[in-house]
């Protein structure tokens, strides 16, 4: 999940009678499943809170090429450093077909370049932790890719056309990064014992982050009512939470590695896994910019695009000049 | 097929598969920071191709070579002074200007050697040939258009790229050069005597160059010493420090 902690532009939910003409039939079309489509009418908090997901989600994409580019120049084969190479490739597609989808909205790529590297937008809070050896290169693809499959998977059903279509491409490239990812951890796990212990390196590192992606409780979540209501969101954190946990601890101890939390139990009763809670101060503190890597991403960001705006300003130079050469040939 | 002596023509391999190595490493780094998201995704493209070329290359080189070489085992267990390729991969990457411009000088020599080898007498070599050339062919577009653009863009962009074509020309005229390793590969009907790719290099580089509004240096100098593994930079042995890390610190691990 790429997109979290995501203010609804609205406070409380509105009643039949509260709504306008307008907005009843466009609560009714939610509630039918269409498609809300670029050029319907929409209620302007609708099109806000969309913008920061859509955007969030955006930013993730691109901020999440620093941890996994960390080790390309380092990958340990060949088809490694083409499969990572690859998978990088596809994230910064997937950062413009959203930045595409928010466009549709009237917001500019520029305009959240700019919120982002002011800090006036977030990126998934998983892309501030470090990525420390080459085990993490399977636990992002297997663990961050696979969480955020949860709730993509999820989010095809979303009400807002443009995002839904953006997220049916997406979850094909994703769920192949995540059996990639699966696959490099085997080859840790079954390996020497300091690939095996890189792996549970791994796993330790990253299993509390991973499962905070989908944020907090819902409980505490006080923006998620009339996100579901418009169908933004679809399934609740919890829900996405407990199906990403069910799914995940076979495939732990299918890798003969220890559980990375050992409240992690199969229940009976319940039919799903009980887990711990993870340190949700620590998630503040990553999203308020206090995690490991926030500064360094961030700046990293800042530092590409300012170094960039000569490429920029040059090619833009350059195509106006030709297109003022084809006008004056004219 | 004219018997060739496989020592040479593992050399001539070596060659092949290292300048796409060294040269996919360098444009890898740049994943990330790029000026452009655009970009980001055209260069991690690139480092791709040329990554999958080497597997092609330095595999048949593993294969010539034979007992167990592989294409991993030459990439990740050789020390630089038994790389081949030529000094210009090396550099530095610079500014985005300088890495484009280096693309675009080795592209061109590229797409034009990858054009002889296709109508190679080793029909491996012609087969790789004609599978990497489609994707070279692209590449030269997009490094000469950006060359271009940049070079004829803002006063800026124009300085930076003409600094960067200073840096860069020096190297140029090792991909040129021939010695018995090619003399062997021309005999035996593999490949052309590198020199006798200049004229058209030099076609294409002129037609660029000039509508990129730039000025090619003198051809006073070339460095020399990457092709044949006399004298590498002292870059090449840091991309190697951190390129086969892995593979030197825990010996024989799969990966």
């Not at chain 2, 090619?216 to 590498?232: F, Q, S, V």
């Amino acid at each position: 999940m790429y997109a979290q902690m995501i203010k609804t532009a609205r406070a409380g939910i509105k009643t039949r009678d509260e709504m306008s003409d307008l907005e009843r039939d466009f609560q009714d079309k939610i509630d039918r499943d269409i498609k809300i489509e670029p050029r319907d009418w929409m209620p302007d908090d609708y099109r806000a809170t969309l913008i920061r997901q859509i955007g969030q989600h955006a930013h993730s994409e691109v901020v999440g090429q620093l941890p996994e580019g960390n080790w390309i120049t380092r990958a340990p084969t060949l088809e490694r450093k083409a499969i990572l190479l690859a998978k990088v490739q596809d994230e910064a597609g997937h950062g413009l077909y959203l930045y595409s989808a928010a466009e549709t909205l009237g917001e500019s790529r520029d305009e959240l370049t700019r919120l982002l590297h002011e800090g006036k937008m977030k990126y998934s809070s998983i892309f501030n932790y470090p990525t420390l050896n080459w085990a993490d290169m399977g636990a992002v693809g297997w663990l961050v890719d696979g969480a955020a499959i949860v709730n993509q998977v999820a989010l095809q059903r979303t009400s807002y056309g443009p995002y839904a279509r953006a997220m049916v491409r997406i979850c094909k490239e994703e769920s192949f990064h995540a059996r990639q990812g699966y696959h490099a951890m085997m080859k840790m796990a079954f390996g020497t014992p300091e690939q095996k212990a890189m792996a549970q390196s791994a796993l330790d590192r990253l299993w509390f982050p991973s499962i905070m992606m989908f944020g907090p409780s819902d409980a505490e979540s006080t923006h998620s009512e009339q996100s579901m209501a418009w169908k933004i969101k679809v399934k609740s954190n919890d829900e996405l939470r407990q199906q990403y946990i069910d799914q995940t601890v076979p495939q732990i101890e299918y890798l003969g590695l220890d559980l990375p939390d050992p409240s992690l139990k199969w229940n009976e009763e319940t039919g799903h896994y009980d887990y711990g809670e993870p340190d949700w101060s620590e998630f503040f503190d990553v999203i308020k910019g206090n995690g490991p890597c926030n500064v360094d991403r961030l700046r990293n960001r800042v530092k590409a695009w300012e170094d960039g705006a000569w490429v920029r300003d040059g090619l833009m130079a350059h195509a106006r000049k030709k297109a003022a050469a084809k006008v004056a040939a004219q | 097929m004219t018997q060739v002596d496989q020592n040479a023509l593992t050399q001539f391999l070596l060659r092949l598969g290292d300048n796409t190595l060294v040269l996919g490493h360098r444009v890898s780094e740049w994943c990330g920071h790029s000026p452009v998201l655009e970009e980001d995704i055209a260069l991690a493209n690139t480092a791709l191709d040329l990554i999958g070329q080497t597997q092609l290359w330095l595999g048949l080189a593993a294969e010539v070579k034979g007992n167990d070489s592989s294409a991993d085992k030459l990439a990740f267990l050789r020390d630089a002074w038994d790389f081949r390729n030529v000094l210009l991969v090396e550099l530095p990457n610079g500014d985005f200007g300088q890495t484009l411009m280096r693309q675009f000088l080795f592209d061109a020599w590229q797409s034009i050697m990858l054009g002889r080898l296709i109508k190679s007498s080793d029909p491996r070599i012609a087969a790789i040939a004609e599978k990497v050339s489609k994707e070279v062919t692209y590449h030269v577009e997009r490094s000469s258009g950006t060359v271009v653009g940049l070079g004829d863009g803002t006063d800026e962009s124009h300085a930076r790229m003409q600094v960067a074509l200073d840096y860069l020309y020096p190297y140029v005229g090792e991909m040129f050069l021939s010695d018995d390793t090619d003399a062997a590969m021309v005999q035996a009907g593999i490949a052309p005597d590198p020199s006798s790719l200049r004229a058209e290099y030099d076609a294409l580089v002129g037609k660029v160059m000039a509508e990129a509004t730039l000025v090619i240096p003198d051809r006073a100098y070339t460095h020399k010493g990457g092709r044949t593994g006399y004298m590498h930079t002292e870059h090449l042995g840091h991309i190697l420090t951190s390129m086969q890390w892995l593979q030197r610190t825990y010996p024989g691990a799969e990966w």
